[in-house]
T-cell receptor
Framework: DAGVIQSPRHEVTEMGQEVTLRCKPI?????LFWYRQTMMRGLELLIY????????DSGMPEDRFSAKMPNASFSTLKIQPSEPRDSAVYFC?????????????FGSGTQLSVL | GNSVTQMEGPVTLSEEAFLTINCTYT??????LFWYVQYPGEGLQLLLKATKADDKGSNKGFEATYRKETTSFHLEKGSVQVSDSAVYFCALSDGYGGSQGNLIFGKGTKLSVKP
């Protein structure tokens, strides 16, 4: 398997623009997670899905952020409008099941820079 | 609330030196504990885990013991290699059954090993 695939690897945009990050989890995995990594705050869980249903979105910073998982093989994280403080590395991860200590498999991340 | 505290880096060692990266946690209940490793330009990978007190997780020469009395999960390796250079994250899951949907990460400790 190719692992968790994220695109794009790098995104540079201007403040106010819409940004869409994409993730393809490992085939057969039932849970998908979106994390944000910054120097100041470290790794933060934004949202996670189980069987395509959002389970916990309490980490989503504000209404500008939204995430969808229309099917088992694809998820998006959208920021609209983007702001400079959104600059970070965004990771997608998947696991077989979120309930039973299954390990997370992370993608390589999307480096987002908002100017 | 639940939290993880790691020693701040960076940590610089010579090859074959002994490594300790301290990690302490605050949690209610009985969390599972994890160490993840992030190599340059990649996503995080699970290194080892322990699910109950006095368990020892081990992998690739790394070890960590779940110490409930000291609320610690220190990472150790007897002889580091240049290839161990990476950022190491301590984490805990506080969900029922060790759900990784509630995985809480420390800030990470960067390790550099010199030949």
């Amino acid at each position: 398997d190719a692992g968790v695939i994220q695109s794009p690897r790098h995104e540079v945009t201007e403040m106010g623009q819409e940004v869409t990050l994409r993730c393809k989890p490992i085939s057969g995995h039932n849970s998908l997670f979106w994390y944000r990594q910054t120097m100041m705050r470290g790794l933060e869980l934004l949202i996670y899905f189980n069987n395509n249903v959002p389970i916990d979105d309490s980490g989503m910073p504000e209404d500008r952020f939204s995430a969808k998982m229309p099917n088992a093989s694809f998820s998006t994280l959208k920021i609209q409008p983007s702001e400079p403080r959104d600059s970070a590395v965004y990771f997608c991860a998947s696991s077989l099941d979120s309930q039973f200590n299954e390990k997370l498999f992370f993608g390589s991340g999307t480096q987002l820079s908002v100017l | 609330g639940n939290s993880v505290t790691q020693m701040e880096g960076p940590v610089t060692l010579s090859e074959e030196a002994f490594l300790t990266i301290n990690c302490t946690y605050t949690a209610t209940g009985y969390p599972s504990l994890f160490w993840y490793v992030q190599y340059p330009g990649e996503g995080l990978q699970l290194l080892l885990k322990a699910t109950k007190a006095d368990d020892k997780g081990s992998n690739k020469g790394f070890e960590a013991t779940y110490r409930k009395e000291t609320t610690s999960f220190h990472l150790e390796k007897g002889s580091v290699q240049v290839s161990d250079s990476a950022v190491y994250f301590c984490a805990l899951s506080d969900g029922y059954g060790g759900s990784q949907g509630n995985l809480i990460f420390g800030k990470g400790t960067k390790l550099s090993v010199k030949p």
